[in-house]
């Protein structure tokens, strides 16, 4: 019966774009990287809070994933939100390393230290400002901390400045253990890389994939952003075909949200420079047939893989999983977060260190916990974000596997959720068939706007603190 299922939904079209129904839905809405969403974090949720999540994680045992935030960047890129430093001093790095250890010290002692470290992840920031004695020294350091892995199913991964790479950076990168590598790209056009601040030739970043791949880096990720300055459908058209000669195992194509009031770097991006709404859509659609016709698969949300990927091989096996770092094969693995900002997570609760970088440090001085937020999950909030990690991972819910994993009968527990949904169905963004709520090719576009009606907290309408779905 599967196999036949499996049959009937490959013919499927892997997307229909629609502009009537995208003008529909395309209100705001999360992107699901947790679900409660990080809004509903509370100041109330303080470090003794972390310390119980902590300790029950460590009860129940198994694999854990390590994120790591190292905030130093040698050069502004305008579009930029993420937390940061910004400056050319590389002797900041070995003080902020030590503090990372000296947090990983607790933490290790809190979840437990003889848990195998499936996954781990260096985010930023830009990681590659580290010197190389400085990056030998933090692992060395959770080395001794945690049960970290060496085998082929580990998921060790780095994002990657490739103006931030020397003759050493990728060799000690593979020493080290990292076995997936994702480059910053953003587009290789010189008008929009010098109205973003970010001089990237073309050529650098294919010099840095290649002697990866030679090297034997996997699931090497690009990332992409459109709707930057001086863009235009045909401009990002030329970035794509540049960066299909590259060949990379994966892509990320990130919509530009320009947010000046909310991102300082932003104000010295010209709002008359930006490409028009009607434009961002163009590139988006014309961006996602040449990636489906140059035989990448859509993973979902902003995200493309080659075939034998392990994105699309976990998608098409059902155990697709989505956490703040994106789209995972981990889905076993509570996170432990280490560094300013960085976002933690157990089974029931979601945590997160201060976003100040003093204040971070006063208290890993002091030897305490860095934690200034987070919530606690209800059974409610696990079984939604179970419903919609599958609508948004797999882009299926099937009724006899919720019913098993929480013992919840589907169409009385979201019986309201079920009325709603009618308009959508009635729209074919969605399938049902009473045993699986099957996302058709229309809704994979929308799928935030689907899964925003299993959001309780976003019952009322979508909230003007995110962004738009597309």
């Not at 990720?221 to 990002?236: A, M, R, V």
């Amino acid at each position: 019966m599967s196999a036949s299922v499996a049959t009937a939904e490959s013919v499927l079209p892997a997307f229909i774009w629609d502009d009537a129904l995208i003008r529909r839905y395309d209100l705001s809405g999360p992107r699901y990287t947790s679900y409660p969403t990080a809004v509903e974090f509370t100041p109330e949720f303080r470090a003794q809070d972390m310390i119980r999540a902590a300790e029950r994680s460590r009860a129940a045992g198994g694999p854990i994933s390590l994120y790591t935030h190292l905030p130093f960047c040698a050069h502004l890129c305008y579009y930029c939100a993420c937390n940061k430093v910004i400056t050319k001093k590389r002797d900041k790095a070995m003080p902020y390393v030590e503090r990372l250890l000296k947090e990983a010290a607790m933490q290790s002692q809190l979840f437990g230290a003889d848990r195998p470290v499936q996954q781990l992840h260096w985010g930023g920031g830009t990681p590659t400002f580290l010197p190389k004695e400085v990056m030998e020294h933090l692992m060395a350091g959770y080395g001794e901390l945690f049960n970290l892995q060496s085998g082929d199913e580990r998921d060790y991964s780095v994002e990657i400045d490739p103006r931030e790479v020397d003759d050493d950076t990728l060799p000690t990168l593979w020493k080290l253990g990292f076995n997936r590598i994702s480059l910053g790209v953003q587009d290789v056009n010189p008008q929009v890389q010098k109205a973003v601040n970010r001089i990237q030739p073309r050529e650098m970043t294919e010099a840095v994939l290649n002697d990866a791949r030679r090297i034997g880096f996997r699931s090497i990720n690009l990332d992409l952003i459109y709707g930057l300055p001086y863009q235009t459908p045909e401009s990002f058209a030329e970035t794509l075909e540049s960066v299909l000669d590259m060949s990379p195992d994966r892509l990320s194509v990130f919509s530009y949200a320009h947010l000046p009031d909310r991102f300082y770097p932003q104000t010295r991006i010209q709002g008359d420079t930006l490409p028009s709404p009607q434009q961002k859509l163009t590139i988006l659609h014309n961006t996602i047939n040449r990636l489906l016709e140059a035989g990448y698969e859509y993973i979902g949300m902003d995200h493309f893989a080659k075939p034998d990927d392990s994105l699309a091989v976990a998608q098409r096996e059902g155990r697709l999983h989505r956490n703040f770092q994106g789209y995972t094969t981990h889905s076993d693995c509570d996170l432990v977060s280490l560094g300013v900002s960085a976002i933690g997570q157990t089974d029931d609760a979601y945590f997160q260190n201060n976003h100040d970088l003093p204040a971070w440090e006063q208290a890993i001085d002091a030897g305490e916990l860095a934690t200034i937020r987070g919530v606690g999950l209800t059974r409610d909030d696990q079984v939604r974000r179970w419903v919609i990690g599958q609508l948004i991972c797999q882009f299926r819910l099937d009724r006899e596997q919720l019913q098993a994993a929480w013992g919840v009968d589907f169409d009385a527990y979201f019986a309201d959720e079920l009325r709603r949904l009618r308009p959508m169905i009635q729209d074919e963004l969605v399938a049902d068939d009473g045993r699986v709520l099957q996302v058709q090719p229309a809704g994979r576009l929308l799928i935030r706007a689907i899964c925003q009606i299993f959001d309780l907290y976003r019952k009322e309408g979508a909230s003007q603190r995110f962004s738009r779905i597309i």
